[in-house]
């Protein structure tokens, strides 16, 4: 298991280390959550040599490994050379992969992340030849195009023609929102392993879920008031840590909204948050909740 941060966009110069330890705190603590999960960091960015710079810098400053952003369906990053506009040319792709993959060592993990294509679907297979031929080592498949955004449903079938061609890896993401829907695309897609993102902010315990389930041991999921107890205090007080007051408290209404397909009750208190400003206020909510 992994977690990967949220991107960094390289242009065309190497970034300060700050940067790096602004996206990813886990430097601080040997690249690895408060629960021992390697984190990650992601590049975002179109160019072979700046990606390969910053990825050796990422690798020097101790992160356990680089995901590559390739499937970002942002205008502006895409306007930008940069996420899923690269899948127009897979070539592209592989340039990449392979000049980070000549600055770190062989068995140093380098991932990459993906769509099913821009427009359309018609590149599936070349994407994922791409990816493996340059030797990374997983996959990952956002099962849209970019064109779809996030529009239901997830095209689960067409990642079981990437595993087809693929000699690495290859993970399915999108629309994995619970259990059941785990065992679904498993089934669909053909592979044996699944990334979360929205659906696991949404239901923070939903990768312990799929666990037991694998491991056919017994788990009781999460109940709001422990997220209340544990999740939303602990997500408020690391935010404060490294960052600002405004921005702590501006995160944790944001987080507040994503939990709300999980739990209904989020949704009335962040009605009562959105009017809160300070750190003082919002522990203080956070302890009536509770």
């Given at each position: 298991d992994h977690c990967v941060t949220e991107f960094i966009r390289v242009t065309d110069k190497l970034l300060p280390d700050h940067i790096f330890y602004k996206y990813c705190p886990e430097l601080h603590t040997e690249g690895k959550t408060l629960a021992g999960t390697p984190c990650f960091i992601q590049l975002l960015g179109g160019q072979p040599s700046p990606m390969a710079e910053n990825a050796h810098k990422a690798f020097e400053l101790g992160a356990p490994g680089i995901d590559l952003n390739f499937g970002c369906p942002a205008k502006t990053v895409n306007r930008h050379d940069g996420g899923a506009t690269l899948l127009k040319n897979p070539e592209r792709l592989y340039q990449i992969i392979s000049a980070i993959k000549n600055v770190v060592p062989p068995d140093y993990p380098v991932t990459a992340k993906v769509r099913l294509g821009?427009?359309?679907?018609?590149?599936?297979?070349?994407?994922?030849?791409?990816?493996?031929?340059?030797?990374?080592?997983?996959?990952?498949?956002?099962?849209?195009?970019?064109?779809?955004?996030?529009?239901?449903?997830?095209?689960?079938?067409?990642?079981?023609?990437?595993?087809?061609?693929?000699?690495?890896?290859?993970?399915?993401?999108?629309?994995?929102?619970?259990?059941?829907?785990?065992?679904?695309?498993?089934?669909?897609?053909?592979?044996?392993?699944?990334?979360?993102?929205?659906?696991?902010?949404?239901?923070?315990?939903?990768?312990?879920?799929?666990?037991?389930?694998?491991?056919?041991?017994q788990y009781q999921p999460l109940k709001w008031k422990e997220v209340t107890e544990r999740f939303l205090p602990l997500f408020f007080q690391k935010s404060l840590e490294f960052r600002s007051e405004k921005y702590a408290v501006a995160r944790a209404k944001q987080y507040l909204k994503m939990l709300s397909p999980g739990y209904s009750e989020a949704k009335e208190l962040f009605e009562t948050f959105k009017r809160i400003s300070t750190s003082h206020e919002a522990y203080q909510l956070f302890l009536k909740t509770a």
């Open positions: 821009f427009a359309d679907k018609t590149l599936v297979k070349e994407i994922a030849q791409a990816v493996s031929d340059a030797n990374a080592h997983r996959l990952t498949v956002h099962a849209r195009t970019k064109m779809e955004g996030y529009r239901p449903p997830a095209h689960w079938e067409f990642i079981r023609h990437m595993t087809e061609v693929s000699r690495i890896p290859v993970v399915a993401n999108g629309d994995i929102w619970s259990v059941e829907e785990y065992k679904k695309c498993i089934e669909i897609s053909g592979c044996q392993d699944v990334a979360l993102g929205r659906s696991l902010i949404a239901t923070p315990d939903l990768a312990l879920q799929i666990k037991n389930y694998v491991l056919k041991t």
